[in-house]
């Protein structure tokens, strides 16, 4: 059983609803990132979004726009991220690690060795942005050959169709992009979510996961009653930008929103 399975089906006895942070890797440097993972997890996180820096990451808000930018100017590749799982995985092995990422640099690593090198680092899933279920039949081969997760975005505008086409290629977990736009926009309307959480339900026997739009403990808190787990982004590489140089003030804060945001979600 995959560690994403794990971790929803025993959230699910004790009917609590996951914290899934986001952070771009290498933001801050990759050192500073795997202390930021670290601190994630004692501060609540049942499962980490590590974001895979790109030169265009064209579904992203201005804050995660910016990470990949200082992420990139940094020099991080994919290579470099699988290997901070990989030194992530030494001192845990029960949280979860979802690669959140565009398709350019898994086709230029090439499909096999990034689904063997991601599967021997301790990556649990992947989700890449930019990648149409119609054309993801070749990677979900070989990802699903190492047992890793192959996790899809849904929104609003999503047909009954492709829901349908979903079903058959998604595994872990599903993301809900909770409203039209960009990671970080506002205007979260709580109904309109809910009227795709059951649509989506209808169609996909998976955990469903909430982000875009989640900013603070009240939205948060207010998704938790109606979504598997809570997705939170832009909120926290906030402090990441504000704090370049104080590192451990970043530290410090980021542990306490997500302390905050986990605890409201867990309630």
Do not use: C
């Amino acid at each position: 059983m995959s560690i994403i399975k794990n971790t929803f089906q025993e959230l699910k006895k004790l009917n609590k609803k996951a914290f899934i942070p986001f952070i771009t890797a290498g933001d801050s440097g990759l050192n500073n990132t795997f202390k930021l993972m670290q601190t994630l997890v004692v501060n609540g996180a049942d499962m980490i979004e590590l974001g895979v820096p790109f030169s265009d990451p064209m579904a992203d808000g201005p804050v995660i726009v910016k990470s990949h930018e200082r992420a990139v100017a940094n020099g991080v590749s994919l290579h470099n991220v699988l290997d901070l799982v990989k030194k992530f995985r030494q001192t845990n092995k029960t949280t979860a690690v979802v690669l959140m990422g565009y398709l350019n640099p898994i086709e230029v690593f090439g499909y096999q060795e990034f689904a063997d090198t991601a599967s021997q680092s301790g990556v649990d899933g992947v989700l890449v942005i930019d990648m149409p279920p119609e054309e993801a039949q070749d990677l979900k081969a070989y990802l699903d050959n190492v047992d890793i997760d192959f996790i899809f975005l849904v929104a609003p505008t999503t047909t009954d169709e492709r829901l349908a086409s979903l079903a058959n290629i998604a595994s872990g977990f599903v993301y809900f992009v909770s409203l039209k736009g960009v990671t970080g926009a506002s205007h979260l309307d709580i109904d309109i979510v809910n009227i795709n959480m059951i649509r989506i339900r209808q169609f996909i026997n998976l955990p469903i996961g909430v982000g875009f739009g989640i900013k603070d403990v009240t939205t948060a808190k207010m998704v938790s009653k109606i979504a598997d787990a809570v997705i939170v982004g832009s909120s926290l590489v906030t402090f990441v930008e504000k704090y370049n140089k104080n590192k451990d003030k970043m530290l410090v804060s980021v542990g306490e929103l997500a302390d905050d945001l986990s605890k409201a979600i867990k309630e």
